[in-house]
């Protein structure tokens, strides 16, 4: 199973706090996966998560999409209006991989 990690809990997983701890532990030494790609791959990057993501890529449990396909749908999600959360990224990375689980504090997702 994979999990998308939206960039605004992210702290949860760098500190981590009470909440993130097991999502981490999970990552980390459980057999569950990262779904990284366009935005999301960089904002994750811009938060601090690199090593994370370079551990879970070691162990075959980083999944990269195609950035300029998660872009590329990002951009038509915006477009089109229907999205009530600001991250379209995290709703394209999820059409694309099939992942339902998110790692988030966006209500609106």
């Not at 999600?77 to 992942?99: L, M, P, R, T, W």
Request: net charge positive; with cysteine.
């Amino acid at each position: 199973m994979c999990i998308i990690v939206d960039a605004n809990s992210l702290h949860n997983l760098t500190g981590p706090t009470e909440n993130g701890k097991p999502v981490l532990q999970w990552l980390l030494r459980g057999r569950g996966g990262l779904i990284v790609g366009g935005k999301l791959k960089r904002e994750l990057v811009r938060g601090g998560f690199t090593e994370t993501m370079i551990v879970l890529d070691q162990a075959g449990r980083l999944k990269r999409l195609d950035d300029g396909k998660v872009d590329e749908l990002t951009k038509k999600i915006q477009a089109e209006g229907k999205c009530c959360s600001n991250d379209f990224h995290v709703i394209a990375a999820a059409i694309i991989s099939g992942c339902r689980l998110l790692y988030t504090r966006d209500k609106a997702l």
